[in-house]
């Protein structure tokens, strides 16, 4: 007998036709089971350090996806606008800042 389908196109049958709820509640009475039985592996730290960095190194080979995530965490921490021609990414004048940082050490002299 064929699989019925639904309006997408795809079957209704398998576990990826399911809803993510009753995915979610499969998989977690799988791995109830798998440590339950003694078959769950558990990393220890140096096998999870080993990893991490293995995942670090295959993603650092791509040259444009970590230029890309530079340019996102460049965009993220100046909230997107460019510098000003001084470099400062602060607000206010270089005059401004030059009178705070000699009220901010105004009293060093009075130790």
Do not use: C, L, Y
């Not at 009475?29 to 991490?52: I, K, L, P, T, V």
């Not at 800042?97 to 009075?110: P, T």
């Amino acid at each position: 007998m064929a699989p019925t389908k639904n309006n997408s196109g795809t079957s209704n049958r398998g576990f990826a036709s399911m809803d993510e709820t009753r995915q979610r509640e499969i998989a977690s009475e799988g791995g109830r089971a798998a440590h339950a039985s003694g078959n769950a592996h558990e990393f220890n730290s140096e096998e999870a350090r080993r990893a991490g960095q293995k995942g670090g190194q295959a993603v650092s080979e791509n040259r444009e996806h970590m230029a890309a995530i530079g340019r996102r965490g460049g965009e993220s921490s100046h909230g997107g606008q460019s510098r000003s021609s001084s470099g400062s990414t602060r607000g206010g004048s270089s005059a401004q800042h030059a009178k705070a940082g000699s009220q901010s050490h105004q009293n060093d002299d009075e130790d």
